[in-house]
């Protein structure tokens, strides 16, 4: 159990009602583990972003179980009124778009959700720095996103993501906008947080380049979410 | 912690400050239209207050001179003055003058009184140029915002006045400029007929009308040390069968009978305006607040709780009402001196409108505070 990041069963999304009923999911079990970065991959409208939203307490779902951790988050209800307080301290989002807040400069962007959890200012900074420089982009820390260039921004998202030292990231196609020089090297990074911080990664990519870095695939088919091996026929760098 | 509303603010400062000054100009025209109200009651006051008479006698069954028409012999003040506990009382005469300046007319009110007898309607502190009336006849005293210099010589009626001394802040209860004349020149204006009314008079048979006894508006008096006012007032109407009125008693008059319905229409403007005011500051937060719609989401989206981002809208609200009154005031002040007829800035008045606009900030921000609850963070990347 304590290898277990992510954990559904029987999860149901259904949108709308009566005539207007769009069944999205039916029925998903799968788990994701610590350390591990998954690929999601499906067509579009098949429920990736639907299905990561569920799991990162966004989006309810109709029904099912979700453990975060070994947490039982939801049980055909949630369990608890603070789905936001799970995102602020479990989880990391990243999306296509950087969605940084354009008023804030960028460590502000990156130390917000850490200083509403309480973490000291200095310290929230201080390991903002830290994944900024990992990044490569210390020297804007106290620049605007729209100072910074799309890469740059989305290297940005990626430290807000971090910052908050999650245990699961959950990022949606997160290299969509990117170029496949800089798209690989975000999977690598995200490949590379996953087993230095021990985080679980799921990953929605519409590109098979990426797959390869990946440990795991997990494909939306018929409505339900089932597991694949990496393809073997590429190399991994 | 960071602070949303001061990161937002200064991200758009510039427009945050127009939109606060845009506001700001708004309440500063509610704090002028209050300001020319409280300048009303203060001008129906000035002449009153210059007069120092206890009390004020004038045709039975009228107001007296500054609600209706009222005239009584000028002898009146003989049997005032006889009276058990009157000081000292004279005849005095308003009425309106239009005086012929070398650019154009200006309306003035025109206070009649005898130079030589014993209450002296000229405020002495008012006083700041050239003297008192010294003569009988065809010199005035003028406010000194009619534009007409000491020496200058006017056209009134069949006559030209040379204006011995210039007042300042002298008013009518109108607000309207004052001059002062003698009794005796007042009275020929005001009562005496042309020669084409006196012949024509003649012709119909009417007995000669320049034989008229003087009269007056009123007849002011004072009240020796020791007497109650109230009962000397009683004691002339009994005896006299004129209308009496204190001092008090006029001011009443003045300001329930000429002041209420102005302040009626200025406190109806100054509403609307206070209204109009809420309204936009709710449309500004509003248009704030859908602006960063986006950023909400996000916000929502990353587990920031709701109350951070209410503080903001909060804040910023808060901020942007003061910031409008600030801006108000520094308008009011700056423009009000350019209104032709007194305007009166009172700090309480501005005390008021803050809790006012405070208040409607507040209610304001409910508006932004709904959409902030509202908001879906799913929202954030739908699309
Ligand atoms: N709020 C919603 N209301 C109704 N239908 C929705 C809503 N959100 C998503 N859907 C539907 O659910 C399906 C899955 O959407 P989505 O999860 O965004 O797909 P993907 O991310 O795989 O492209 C789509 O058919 C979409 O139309
Ligand atoms: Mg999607």
Redesign the pocket.
Known sequence: MAKQAIKVENLVKH??KGDSL?R?IEGANFQVDKGELVALI?P????????LMMIGCVEEPTSGKIYLGDELVYDNRWLTKEQRKIRREKIGFIFQAHYLIPFLNVIENVTLVPQTNGVPQKEAEAFAMELLDYFDIADKAHNMSSELSGGQNQRVAIARALANKPQIILADEPTAALDSERSVSVVKMLKKIAMDQDVAIIM?THDEDMLPFCDRILKIENKKVVSHDVPKNKDVI | MINLAQKDIKHTFGKFIVTAMGVGMLLGIVLIMIGVYRGMIVDAKVLLDDLKADLWIVQEDTLGPFAESSRVHEDLKNSVHVIDGVKKSVGITFQNLQLISKTKPVRVVAVGFDPYDTINPINPARLVEGDMLRKDHYEIVVSDNIGFKLGEEIPIGRNIYKVVGVTHGTVSSGGDPLVYISLKDAQELQFSYSNNRIRSDRARGIKDSTTNMPMVNAIIATVRLGYDIDSVANNIRQTLHKSVYTKDEQKDILTKNLIERASKQIGLFTAILVVVSTIIIALIIYTMTLEKMKEISIMKLIGIPNSMIMKMIVQETLLLGFLAFIFGNLFSHLIYGRFPKRVVLEISDAWMLFIIIMVASILASLIGIKKVINADPAAAIGG
């Not at chain 1, 579009?44 to 299905?51: H, N, R, V, W, Y």
């Open positions: 949108f709308g769009v999205v499906a579009s409208g098949a429920g990736k972003t639907t299905l929605v």
